[in-house]
């Protein structure tokens, strides 16, 4: 079963402005991660959050996480073009740090 | 530097007909392995991941299995295809261990289409 679910499914915005994601999960965990995938090819890790951490930045990235309320959020300011694509949250359960499941995705499209 | 080497990247298959897939890892050793599938504009289900050479857990009940042969190499199999097992399958890797905040590394996938 899917770990993480992110809302919206999909976003439209004008290229400069700032795109945010949620992703919701149901178990306690070891870090989130946020994945991009650009449309057929393999999943780009962007950033990682441990469970001891509330924000995370990487550049244009921005990622917060609430373990009391179990979300995160991927805030990706000044978007570009080239920022188009389809994002991922994906978890590592506490109870097996084996495992990593991802979410449905939020598809992103940055209008130029 | 890793490498994630997956083939092919795109397979059409007639219905009933055998599969094996299969993806191999360069660069480190010991990794945790994964095969997830993705249908058309949907989300990865995790199918099967391996710790170790010849373990594999199966998430989830379906028409196909994995085998890990070999530290690097890990084969997505079935031996009767069906339609719904069209998609897009995707191998990963991760370190393991103490280390267990680390981020997965993917392949570039392969596209099934099972006619």
């Known amino acids: 079963s899917q770990q993480g679910e992110e809302d919206p499914q999909a976003l439209s915005i004008q290229e400069g402005e700032n795109a945010t994601m949620n992703c919701s999960y149901k178990t306690s965990i070891n870090n989130l991660q946020w994945y991009r995938q650009n449309s057929g090819r393999g999943l780009v890790h962007l950033i990682l959050?441990?469970?001891?951490?509330r924000e995370k930045h990487s550049g244009r990235l921005r990622v917060t996480l609430d373990t009391s309320k179990k979300s995160s959020s991927l805030l990706i300011t000044a978007s570009r073009a080239a920022d188009t694509a389809s994002y991922f949250c994906?978890?590592?359960?506490?109870?097996?740090?084996?495992?990593?499941?991802f979410g449905a995705g939020t598809t992103v499209t940055v209008r130029a | 530097s890793q490498t994630i080497h997956q083939w092919p990247a795109t397979l059409v298959q007639p219905v009933g007909s055998p599969l094996s897939l299969e993806c191999t890892v360069e660069?480190?050793?010991?990794?945790?392995l994964y095969w997830y599938r993705q249908a058309a504009g949907r989300g990865l289900q995790l199918l099967f991941y391996?710790?170790?050479?010849?373990?594999i857990s199966s998430e989830v009940p379906q028409n196909l299995s994995a085998s890990r042969p070999q530290d690097r190499q890990f084969i997505l199999s079935s031996k009767k295809l069906l339609l719904s097992d069209s998609g897009f399958y995707l191998c990963a890797w991760r370190l393991k261990g103490s280390r267990v905040n680390t981020e997965a590394f993917f392949g570039q996938g392969t596209r099934l289409t099972v006619v």
């Open positions: 959050i441990r469970s001891n951490e």
């Open positions: 391996s710790v170790g050479i010849g373990q």
């Open positions: 660069g480190t050793s010991n990794p945790n």
């Open positions: 994906a978890t590592v359960p506490s109870s097996n740090d084996y495992k990593l499941s």
